[in-house]
């Protein structure tokens, strides 16, 4: 053929061919033959050195906009396939969710992080923020930081997983969620109003009240003139909003490294609203968590000014939270997932 002769029916027929392949190495083929060294369109190129200047300047417009017909064709049914495979693999990747037993039952989140979801949302309506760290912490966040040195007796409050990384008993998974507050305090400076939620670990014997692995949540203010009194009225504030007004806490005198003066507050016990049973040891009262003003050794190690600022700080397990507020007797069951007890709650 010549380079202008049966040009539009060398698309039309490539447009056919193309429409036909129903694969990316049948489209490649034809692809080849169409547009390679071999194909049709190439020998009208090589051909038109035989026209006339005028002939071949038409002539070559025309074969470029056939060729980039054909080029467009090819590329459009490429993603076409493209776009059919995808669909062909979603469909297969399907799940039928239809195949379930029939019946209400929904999934619905453990009564842990729905327990974590509401006291969040009670502290940020008292003006507090929530703040996040890391799981696995090193041995100057969980303890150095917090005026707790090597060696020191007080580790021995903490039954820590210490991790075969780095030096040995330098790597360790968080004991409490105390470390973030070491963090939020170099991150940015006072005044600072915040809690700290997430998951501790700790050799702990599972019993009634105990579980190796549990969910803590921390506050921590830092400002000018804060006091002990402040410290009270945030946790009882806290308590009666969160377990309703017949509920109260205590606090009794404790101590803790990073807090000086420290105390343990406790809660009415909402199993036996304070008359005395299992749970409580007969007591009336529930320990919560700990509390106290944060030690000036801390503020130094972050770099603040003791002499200026002051705060305290306070932490209770989310779970114990859980236990209190749905009368859980015994937390063992929040890890044994026994769906016939976790549908109660």
Known sequence: MTPLTGVDGLVDDAAERVAACMSDEALRSAAAELLGKRSLLAGAHRSLGTLEPDDRRAAGRQLHEARSRIEHLVADRHQELARRARQRMLHDDRLDLTEVRPGPSRGRLHVVQRTRDELEDVFVGMGFVVEEGPEVETDWYNFEALNIPPAHPARGMWDT??????????????????????????????????????RCYRRDTPDARHIPIFH??????VDRHVTFAHLAGTIETFTTAYFGPNIHSRLRPAYFPFTEPSAEFEVTCTICQGSGCRTCSQTGWIELGGCGMVD?????????????????????GIDRCAQMRHQIPDMRILLENDLRYLRQI
């Open 296 to 316: 000036p050794a801390v503020l130094r190690a972050v770099g603040l000014d003791a002499d200026t600022w002051s705060g305290f700080a306070f932490g209770f």
């Open 161 to 198: 997983f210490y991790l075969d990384l780095g030096d040995p008993e330098t790597i360790l998974l968080r004991t409490h969620t105390s470390p973030v507050q070491i963090r939020v305090m170099e991150a940015q400076p006072p005044p600072i109003y915040a809690v700290m939620p997430g």
């Open 216 to 221: 803590q949540i921390e506050g921590l203010v």
